[in-house]
């Protein structure tokens, strides 16, 4: 079943995205119905107008998700599956022709061989205008001079149109017409022409971990790569030519033999440090331009302008070929399109760094599979799973074993045997160390609660101890003035800069993280409070006071309630920023959570986890303010109407 | 026994931001016996509030004194309740919550406590709202229950910032009745403050007229349509020449204040 929809997920995906338009284009035109409908009843910026209207949220929701799909190529491989295998020879015969091309204005501006005469022309003036003073003797300097100007002269034999020889024109020519009969053969089409079993046998796009099908699968994919076999085979005869004529030759020898001359002589001559240094570094200079020029790949002026004609029509050509399948490229996969390196094709574009929905899921459901030797979970801890906590490890935690050293008794002996028989005491120390079993509890276990659970816990910290104090912040001079300046100096400084310290005193483990997400949530939570305890109604706190009510009784049943939604909002607002500081913890240091396996993924490049723990953080993220919402709406019914 | 006196009240307001100053009263003086209904009626912004604010224990006074029963007025207190120009409900509080508040934070058992307010909320003509939070009520039936909740704490003196003011005519009457009753069979006394002439004329056995800028009391009354509202309908009152002729004069003297303000600006 699972490798079924494996094999298939491309299938799958497309009836997915059928399923995603329909549904899209249903909530439009949903939505438009009742938005004429309910214009009429609402004055715009009643609050009521913000409430409901779900089938936006599936509109807004289908958008996300057909953008995914699109842009990781997602809609192609399901409604063009063959499209990536053939694109792929398409690609085979870019990358054969890619020698050829390099020496052509195709795809930049000027001939390679322009461009080098230009290039070194310049560099040559450069170097003979900063001739170095007092470096050389006057007999170098000549010497050195000859060789610039010698190079100078290579330059203008390779530009000399009489200077290329008979053979390398007949190459070239021969090159040509290779290229025009190939062009033909594309121009023929792929008729009669089949795929060999082998390729039919590969598995289809995007199964394995090689993505893309490398053999042809279809009668044009078949076409394009025998182009592409005979185009290398040009391409190393092309790559051979060389434009040396016999004067060069000559030039080039002498050349050489003068650089070695002069190499010679600088060894033997002593001289001051700085100024060896600096002979050396001019003739490296002057050698290097010689050396770039000594292979014979500079042609004159139109020597291959027939080859630029012939290639330019076959490019021409193998696009027209393309026929559907340059608009399915163009349309369909955003980017670079399909590219072929060394002996694979790849993605070029978005979906390199965006993986297709299917990837993710087959990843989220490897990770969440609870079973650890069958390779679930992530580094030997689940994703989310339930496991039993013996009750005497709790009971072992909250009792120190302190409280048993004080207790009256002594802790037993060996006896004479050499046995030891535990007396009371022992057993007792025993059970404040967690070593009796008292029976286990269910109790979440992974790496998702790890991460919820120092949420969890800070914010109850944080809600415990920071409404109170926000609370009396807000009816106390006192307590506002002396508590103001060390929350206001703290919580300015974004949590993740206090990360480094508090890791360091409290540890990486769960009590570093944990302490920082309080110092979080604490802020926010003693800021709400006695926003809401302040902003507390002047004359519902006159009324109380001349009902009887004393400034407890006030502030327990006047000033809480008043603070409740200011509080409530404060929750949402700490759990949301807590969240998102706990992942960048996590990321920083420790061996669980959500954060740390995002962390991993980085490290290695894998994009799918990373999507699935973003997505994971953002679900429960959004989770946690959906069941805010709710509790806000419940339990402050009266907001916005005092 | 516990009589308000009143003596060289001054209050003066400073603004935060510029600093200038608010005479809101200067040199109040009177003596309110206990069970005297006393009505204050003035323009807006003459210091209504701010006396009743003081009288509550609200405010402190800049200078003067302030003494009920021989005590200095130094807080607010039980024995001095207070219904709100606007209701100062507790709007996370039902009905029922709201009006047994006091109650609830004597710690009166709750079933002496259901009593009463099942007691006040007859009265007030709002028997079967008990659960209904407040912010579901309409403005007259918000302004009903903090009547109730008051009352229900039993205070010597009452005071009213605009109670009625929310209400619609047939109610205003039967509440207007309702306050007399009360005043007689109770004893307490009551400061109302209104902004309806025939209101004040109505519940007050004492009237002042204030008058704005520094705020004093311009004009007292000495009337007996309060008692006459006892035995007859508040409306055949209303129709009397004598009541009229004091209305008449009343609203003339309000008008000239205020033109007097509109002339100074
Ligand atoms: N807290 C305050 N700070 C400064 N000035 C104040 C303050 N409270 C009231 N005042 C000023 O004191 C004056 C009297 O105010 P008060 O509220 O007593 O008027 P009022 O007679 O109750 O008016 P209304 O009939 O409109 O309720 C006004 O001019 C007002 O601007
Ligand atoms: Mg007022």
Redesign the pocket.
Known sequence: MFEWMSYNRGGIAGVIILGLVITLLWSIYHGVKTARRREKEQVFGDPERTMGGWYWAVCGVATILLLWFYYSWGMARAYFPKAANELCQVAKVHESLSPIVAQLPIGSRYFKSTDLVVRNVEQLDTISAEFPAGVFSAQEESQLRGIIAQTRSLISIYSNPNSIDAATRANLSQIVGDIDALTTRIQSGHAGLTPSDVALAQAPWGVTHEEIPLLPMTPRGVLFDGIAQELTGISKEFLTLRNMPAEASRLIEKTRKDIASIKANLENTSADEDIIKARKDYLKSVERVFKRLDDGTIFPANTLDEVNTAVAIMIDEVDTAKGSLGIIDAVFMPGEGVVKTRTICIEQGSSRWLPKPSDVVSKFSLLANPNLEDGGGFKGTRLLWVKWLPIADIVGFFIPDGLVDMLPGEYGQHDSDGQFMPTFKDNLLAFAQGEVYLGSIPMLDGHIWDSLFRVIVAMFFGIMLGVPLGIYMGVSRFFKSFFDPMIELYRPVPPLAWAPLILTIFGIQDDGKIFLLFMVAFAIMVISARTGASGTQLSKIRASHSLGASNRQILRHVILPNALPEILTGIRIAIGVCWGTLVAAEMLAGTTGVGFIENVARTVSDYELIWVTILIMGLLGLMFDLLMRKLISILIPWRGKG | MSDLVCNELC?T????GNGAK????KNINFTLKQGELLSVL????????????MVAGF?NPTSGDLMLGGNRIEGPGVERGMVF?QGALFEWLTVNKNVDFGLRMKNMPAAERKQLVDKWLDIVGLAGFGDTPTYQLSGGMQQRVALARCLVNDPDLILM??PLGALDALTREKMQSLILELWKETGKTIII?T?SVEEALLLGQRLFV?A??P?RIHKEYQLDFAEQGLKESLRDIKQKNDFNKVREEILTMIWDMEEEIMGGV
Do not use: Y
Not at chain 2, 13 to 16: D, I, L, Q, S
Not at chain 2, 43 to 51: A, I
């Open positions: 209050m307001f400073t603004a935060p608010v005479e809101a009263l003035g323009p807006s912004g003459c210091g209504k509030t701010t006396l009743l604010n405010l120009q910032d605009e403050i902004h204030m704005p800028r705020g």
